[in-house]
């Protein structure tokens, strides 16, 4: 299948601060791609919807201030978690295709520790 | 009631048994993923379908569109099939957002 490199697979930060994941589609080119958040022991909660060239939808709920979602190439996403605070630790994930109804691969994901 | 329903929730399965995981979904669809979340957490798809069978290796999916349903097999269980396994459907009318099920927690002994 088709590879979606998420890097980093975990990061620290301090409160406040911001923190940057990326999602490349290494042998595609992904119209769209998504992103997850996870909780433990909790199935995937999908927070936004990114189709290159345009703005992210976001689910109701997530704060696209917080959550900017910029998807500048076809095969590039970034995820910014902007003034981390503790209570955004959590799993991250994302996941491409190329298109609507397409297979979807998913990334590692990220593990975000906010201390 | 979720929309994605999987059964069990929890399995428990010696090294060599044959497993089957069920899911039952209540909306139009075009499409069901069958996804693999190991500890690391991350998520490898296993099978896409909209109907009929797909095989790969010792795991086999089928689809039955009529009555909403879907089950994944592991034949020949392993250890390293210990994992999540997670439902997930291509809703018609979203279009372009998986639903997700619960997921299912394999644990295979040797």
């Known amino acids: 299948g088709a590879v979606v490199s998420q890097h980093p697979s975990r990061v620290i930060c301090k409160s406040g601060t911001s923190v940057k994941i990326e999602c490349r589609s290494l042998?595609?080119?992904?119209?769209?791609m998504f992103w997850y958040r996870q909780f433990p022991k909790k199935s995937l909660m999908l927070m936004a919807t990114?189709?290159?060239?345009?703005?992210?939808?976001?689910e109701q709920g997530v704060e696209k201030d917080k959550f900017l979602i910029n998807h500048a190439s076809l095969t590039l996403s970034t995820l910014t978690v902007t003034s981390a605070h503790p209570e955004d630790s959590s799993f991250y994930i994302c996941?491409?295709?190329?298109?609507?109804?397409?297979?979807?691969?998913f990334g590692q994901g990220t593990r975000l520790t906010v201390v | 009631k979720n929309e994605v329903e999987q059964s069990p929730q929890n399995l428990t399965a010696q090294e060599g048994e044959f497993i089957t995981i069920n899911c039952s979904y209540s909306?139009?669809?075009?499409?069901l993923h069958w996804l693999q979340q190991h500890p690391g957490g991350g998520i490898v798809s296993l099978f896409m379908?909209?109907?009929g069978k797909k095989k790969h290796g010792r795991l086999i999916a089928t689809i039955n569109i009529q009555e909403k349903h879907s089950s994944l097999h592991i034949t020949a269980s392993h250890p390293r099939d210990s994992a999540v396994y997670i439902c997930?459907?291509?809703?018609?009318?979203?279009?372009?957002?998986?639903?997700f099920g619960a997921g299912t927690i394999l644990r295979v002994k040797s």
């Open positions: 379908l909209s109907s």
């Open positions: 042998d595609f080119q992904a119209t769209t």
């Open positions: 996941s491409a295709s190329w298109g609507p109804n397409t297979e979807a691969f």
């Open positions: 990114s189709n290159e060239g345009s703005k992210a939808t976001y």
């Open positions: 997930a459907v291509w809703r018609m009318e979203y279009g372009n957002k998986l639903v």
């Open positions: 909306v139009g669809i075009s499409a």
